[in-house]
């Protein structure tokens, strides 16, 4: 359903694709070559880092019609404003496009947990390409329009309908399992689709909860390196839930009901600007 000559399409198709590839390479190393640890750090991260600069190097090499340049964000709660990253932006949307796909990664550890708050997010930012792609909508709540995003929507909404029927087989108990094919894909894509549209602070509020996972397994990394001692009870932080007593559906359940509130609050802020 999809406008196959627009080029952000195709920069968000190729990017999942990409990031896919490396995760089922991982998985493939560890499933059937039976390598403990997978595809190392030292692999996969620059792998990882050069899908995000590939996005930043077309988008800047073939900026698309809108009202803000290549390298610039937008800011929430602001009407008209933006941040320009200058030659910064290529950094930053390595940071973006790979934060998002390892914090994906690192949610994906119990049934279901992952594939049903990638939905929410996709769901999301689905309703965030339609509203700037649409010329009277984006005039009405003051948003910069960005012609090309409406074919983001397809996208979003494609991710979406996989992310539901995979979580159709993978609620608890389940029956298959996602891995670093489909965490880091789904990751990837929804960084890539926040750096299209210029919302990349917004990805912050959205994936709060992937956001929350990354951090926890950061602070605790950190806390036990310098103090010799544990912050969460076992990181990423669902399981320090899981250890505090809550059963494996309950953890699940509420990270969803956190995931749609962030969702519903990132959606607010485009009548709040």
């Known amino acids: 359903m999809g406008n196959f000559h627009s080029r952000p399409l195709w920069i968000a198709v190729g990017a999942t694709v990409f990031l896919g590839l490396i995760g089922l390479l991982d998985d493939w190393l560890r499933v059937v070559k039976g390598l403990r640890k997978g595809l190392l750090a030292a692999t996969s991260w620059p792998g990882r880092s050069r899908s995000g600069s590939r996005s930043a190097r077309r988008l800047l090499l073939w900026p698309e019609p809108g009202g803000l340049p290549p390298t610039a964000i937008q800011v929430p709660f602001l009407k008209f404003r933006w941040f320009d990253f200058g030659w910064l932006f290529l950094p930053f949307v390595v940071l973006v496009i790979t934060g998002s796909s390892n914090a994906v990664n690192l949610t994906d550890g119990l049934d279901g947990l992952a594939s049903g708050l990638v939905a929410i997010a996709a769901l999301a930012f689905a309703g965030m390409c339609y509203l700037g792609g649409h010329a009277k909508f984006s005039e009405y709540l003051n948003l910069v329009y960005l012609p090309y995003s409406g074919e983001l929507t397809v996208f979003c909404a494609a991710v979406v309908g996989a992310a539901l029927g995979f979580l159709w087989y ?49 602070i605790q990394v950190a806390s036990f390196r310098l103090f010799k001692r544990r912050v969460f009870r076992m990181s990423p932080l669902h399981h320090h839930f899981e250890l505090c007593g809550w059963a494996e559906s309950r953890v699940v359940l509420r990270f969803y009901i956190i995931g749609a509130l962030l969702a519903l609050l990132a959606l607010s802020t485009y009548k709040l600007q």
């Not at 789904?186 to 602070?201: D, N």
Request: aromatic share 6%; hydrophobic share 55%.
């Open 170 to 218: 993978n609620c608890h108990p389940a029956d298959v399992f996602m891995g670093d094919t489909g965490s880091l894909a789904l990751g990837g894509a929804l960084g890539t689709v926040a750096v299209l549209i210029k919302r990349e602070l917004w990805l912050v509020m959205v994936g709060g909860v992937f956001v929350a996972e990354a951090l926890s397994v950061m």
